[in-house]
């Protein structure tokens, strides 16, 4: 069975930093890429950071500059990091790792909370 395991969110002030991780379980095959996604209450769930097997990076205009991604490849597993600095209020959302393959289906971590205190 695939998981996609989040760790690393919780409760920071503003210009603070927090680093997320996200592990993957199980047989995973044809990764296309990897990513976080994040939901504010009342707004849509946004891409946040994406970075492909080829190891190109994309990222939201809003944390350009202030948020890296970053993948480890071990074996079976691999483990994508989203390393966030100089977080704002506006940074306040549920997380999501994300893992996009070449073939559906895709997967999705179970989300976890960061939230940005001013």
């Known amino acids: 069975q695939v998981q996609l395991v989040e760790s690393g969110g919780g409760l920071v002030q503003a210009g603070g930093s927090l680093r997320l991780s996200c592990v993957t379980s199980?047989?995973?095959?044809?990764?296309?890429?990897m990513g976080w996604y994040r939901q504010a209450p009342g707004k849509q769930r946004e891409l946040v950071a994406i970075i492909t097997n080829g190891d190109s990076t994309n990222y939201a205009d809003s944390v350009k500059g202030r948020f890296t991604i970053s993948i480890s490849r071990d074996n079976a597993k691999n483990t994508v990091y989203l390393q966030m600095n100089s977080l704002k209020p506006e940074d306040t959302a549920v997380y999501y790792c994300?893992?996009?393959?070449?073939?559906?289906?895709?997967?999705w971590g179970q989300g976890t909370q960061v939230t940005v205190s001013s």
């Open positions: 199980g047989s995973i095959f044809s990764i296309n890429a």
């Open positions: 994300y893992l996009k393959r070449l073939l559906p289906p895709d997967y």
